[in-house]
């Protein structure tokens, strides 16, 4: 039996990591958050991972909040770029494989036919750069999977300072406002995180080759888009406004367009579908 740790384990994307792992019984599968390991501790990183002797380390723990990010420059690297460091640099000594995730936010947007694996970021703000060095830090361990992906949403996190995904918080607005504003712009592709942690687990079971992989949901829609397919599969009869990205002004520059590629595997199914079965429709 092999041994897989998710870090971030009772984050939305960890959790549902935990799931899918733990249905094979090939895995034996330990979740561990923050109050197991603080993966920003070098030495309880090294001590615990060194401990457990996994061959699978995911870690699914971020500081995701962009506009912070701002004004909270060093949690912002404690957490994107240190405790991966420490993660990657402990993985690579124990021959174990590693897995962290991206984000299309590593990109500037301007271009509009979005981006392949292997193009070069240029990110834009401080959360993005903290996570474009994320990416750098995973690569000291050369066995590992570098997964951007983008507006993840599903169950929400059993972890207590997790935010909402953007598909609750438009339901939330739909039970209190019946007109809703909503940006018309920053073209990217919706995540369905069951989704992603299905594709994780194929990843590693069919030994994909190590690498940078994207992998959202097909297609790409802007917020505006996302809202209305929220609500027409929601069956809510709301108005939305269409606005531009000026009404609300933000600390983070974000991209315009963002949409991340998928060259290297195939696509996963579409936003849509992704979309009704976790409204249950």
Request: overall charge neutral; some cysteine.
């Amino acid at each position: 039996m092999k041994k897989v740790i998710i870090t971030g384990a009772k984050g939305m994307l960890g959790q549902e990591i935990v799931r899918v792992f733990s249905s094979d019984p090939l895995w034996q599968v330990v979740g561990w958050d923050f109050e197991n390991l603080d993966i920003t501790d070098a030495k309880s990183v090294e001590h615990k991972l060194t401990a457990a002797e996994p061959q699978l380390v995911i870690n699914c723990a971020a500081y995701n909040n962009v506009d912070g990010a701002e004004h909270d420059l060093e949690k912002a690297r404690l957490l994107n770029v240190h405790a991966v460091e420490n993660l990657a640099r402990t993985t690579h000594v124990l021959g174990a494989t590693f897995v962290h995730y991206s984000t299309d936010y590593v990109f500037d947007g301007t271009n509009v036919s979005g981006y392949q694996e292997d193009d070069k970021p240029n990110p834009q703000s401080v959360y993005a750069k903290t996570k474009a060095e994320g990416e750098g830090a995973t690569r000291q361990n050369p066995n590992h999977y570098v997964i951007r992906l983008s507006r993840l949403f599903g169950t929400p996190a059993a972890s207590a300072a997790a935010k909402k995904s953007f598909v609750d918080v438009m339901l939330t607005l739909a039970e209190k406002q019946s007109s809703i504003d909503v940006i018309d712009g920053e073209f990217s592709s919706p995540t369905y995180a069951p989704d992603l942690a299905r594709a994780t687990y194929d990843m590693v079971r069919l030994q994909s080759p190590f690498g940078t992989y994207h992998r959202t949901n097909d297609g790409a829609c802007t917020w505006c888009a996302f809202a209305k397919g929220i609500f027409r599969v929601a069956g809510k009869q709301i108005s939305i406004q269409p606005v531009s990205p000026e009404k609300f002004p933000r600390p983070a520059a974000r991209p315009s367009f963002s949409q991340l590629l998928t060259t290297k595997l195939p696509p996963l199914r579409t936003w849509q579908e992704a979309l009704a079965e976790y409204l249950g429709t």
